[in-house]
Structures are given as C-alpha cells and as structure tokens.
C-alpha cells in the first residue's frame, strides 16, 4: 500500500513538471527572421475584447516593433510593442495591422501613426491592466491626425481594444481620426 502511494505521488508531481514544461514552451519565444532582420515572437498572448468579454488569444507570430526599420507596417501581420521604443518620423499603417502593447511596453511616435481611409489599425493589450502604452503628440504644426488621416485625408479604422493610448495634434487633425480636410 505504502509504494502504491509512493507511486502516485511520483507520477503525480511528474504530470506537474511536464504540464509545466509544456506551459514553459506556450510563452512567446524570440525567432531571428534571416530575410528582414526582424526578430519575431511566436505565441504572443493577448487580449480580445471584440466579443464584449476578455478573451485570451494567442497570435502565432509577431514582429517585435523594436526590430522594424521601416515606417511601414501591416498587410494583415502582428506587431508587439515589448519595450520602450521611440520613431521620429510618421509610422504608416496599410492594409490591416494588429499592435500588441505588452505589459513593459511604450511606443512613443512624435509624428504620429498614419491609418488613411481604407487601412485599419486594431490595438491589443497583452494584459487586462492595460499597462502598455502608446504616445503619439504630434509636435509638427501640419494637419495629419495623431493616429489616422493624414493632412487632406480621412482616417481609416482604428479599433482599441487594450491598452493605454495618448493621441494629441497640434494643428488641425485629429488626436484619434482624420487629417485637417481644407
């Protein structure tokens, strides 16, 4: 009775190693792209909120934001923002493009996000605290909106569906929306 018990316990405690071990392996893990340079993380975690409920979803891949050296993104792929990132110059959105904002994450884009008529942007949160942040005060005096329509144009469709966002323009255009249309 006493190995019976001992046997168990053995088989008990393994199942929870290996139940771990497979959780272990679920998280997002960091693949270099050979082709762009681009690190890419497989199994991003994240927040659904389009059904009305918070829904845990994972994305099979995302480019990490920190790894992106050109101003265009989307065409239907995932982007997580994992650190603190700063972009000087307009970041364009085409096609259809989901943002990540994890938890230790901050992208700061002083000359905004451009998401024209036709484009979407859809934001995530890795978390249900929000914590992740996107910043976009515009400091030029043109008419482009924070996020969405450039000068003269209209915006597309932003959907947030997580995290912290700040969206000011100085002159004319939208925090969150269309360009300055005159």
Aim: glycine letters at 12%.
């Amino acid at each position: 009775m006493k190995t019976i018990r001992k046997t168990c316990l053995m088989l008990f405690f393994a199942s929870w190693i290996i139940l771990a071990f497979f959780m272990l392996h679920l998280t997002a893990m960091p693949v270099h792209a050979e082709d762009t340079g681009e690190t890419v993380m497989t199994n991003v975690r994240y927040i659904d909120r389009s059904s009305g409920d918070d829904e845990i979803k994972y994305c099979p891949e995302a480019i990490a934001m920190s790894t992106v050296s050109g101003n265009t993104i989307g065409n239907g792929k995932w982007y997580i923002v994992d650190e603190k990132i700063t972009r000087n110059s307009r970041l364009r959105i085409t096609g259809e493009c989901n943002l990540i904002l994890s938890s230790h994450g901050k992208l700061e884009c002083s000359k905004g996000i451009s998401v024209n008529r036709g484009n979407t942007l859809n934001i995530y949160s890795d978390y249900y605290d929000d914590s992740g942040w996107l910043y976009c005060e515009l400091s030029s005096e043109d008419g482009d909106a924070a996020i969405g329509g450039d000068e003269k144009k209209n915006g597309g469709t932003i959907n947030i569906q997580g995290g912290s966002i700040y969206a000011e323009a100085k002159c004319y255009g939208a925090g969150i929306g269309g360009g300055k249309l005159w």
